[in-house]
């Protein structure tokens, strides 16, 4: 079965950094790849997701890219803020972009110091 | 438009015992998703329902097990629950194409 692996498992930054995370995942056929945030006590909030036709998707400060061929992807915050502290996860699906089976990699902590 | 909704919000069972957790979906969206959420394993698949039909399992023993109902609306049981199973449960619905969209779970804890 599919397996991805993130790191780092944590990372501080100050604010206004960027901060970059990275995912690799064991399955050729994973085909979608979303990112999520959660904050503590809260629920996983989608934040940004790719498909594997496209190599890097923007929305505002967060932008994803993909590289099939090393099999990875990365997640990149600009110009952090405080808000931006939460644990992220990244995630891997090989059923055409649903959410037939989402696999996760183990999450890491953000921590934007002020 | 109403998100994902899990109810009860939080449980406290005693081992042996059997728990049965619900979901509604945002309206619309006809596949369910479940997963288990724990600081050590972090978040894992248990099954996915799609039209009342489970298409997709994860590796959890039989003692979980799942359904959906004919208006989307989902429910997992455990059954004979251990302290292992403590854990955040989480439940996604999902159009089919596009990103799953998670409740705010159910927080069981086995004693």
């Known amino acids: 079965g599919e397996n991805v692996e993130q790191h780092p498992s944590t990372l501080s930054v100050q604010e206004g950094d960027s901060a970059v995370i990275k995912c690799t995942y064991s399955?050729?056929?994973?085909?979608?790849f979303p990112w999520y945030k959660q904050e503590l006590g809260k629920r996983p909030q989608l934040i940004i997701d790719?498909?594997?036709?496209?190599g890097e998707k923007k929305d505002q400060r967060i932008a994803v890219t993909l590289n099939k061929t090393a099999k990875h992807f990365s997640l990149h915050i600009t110009e952090t803020q405080p808000e931006d502290s939460a644990v992220y996860f990244c995630?891997?699906?090989?059923?055409?972009?649903?959410?037939?089976?989402?696999?996760f990699g183990k999450g890491t902590l953000l921590t934007v110091n002020p | 438009k109403a998100g994902v909704t899990q109810t009860p919000r939080y449980l406290i069972k005693t081992r042996g015992q059997q728990v049965t957790l619900s979901c509604s979906p945002i309206?619309?969206?006809?596949?369910v998703s479940w997963y288990q959420q724990t600081p050590g394993q972090g978040l894992q698949f248990l099954f996915e329902?799609?039209?009342?039909?489970?298409?997709n399992k994860g590796n959890f023993p039989g003692r979980f097990s799942g359904r959906q109902f004919s208006n989307s609306r989902s429910e997992m049981n455990v059954s004979t629950l251990e302290l292992g199973d403590s854990a955040l449960y989480l439940c996604?619905?999902?159009?089919?194409?596009?990103?799953?969209?998670f409740g705010q779970g159910t927080r069981l804890t086995v004693v």
């Open positions: 399955d050729s056929a994973s085909n979608y």
């Open positions: 790719i498909r594997s036709n496209v």
């Open positions: 995630a891997a699906s090989d059923s055409g972009g649903s959410n037939y089976k989402l696999t």
């Open positions: 329902y799609f039209s009342e039909t489970q298409r």
């Open positions: 996604a619905s999902s159009l089919g194409q596009g990103g799953a969209f």
């Open positions: 309206s619309g969206h006809r596949s």
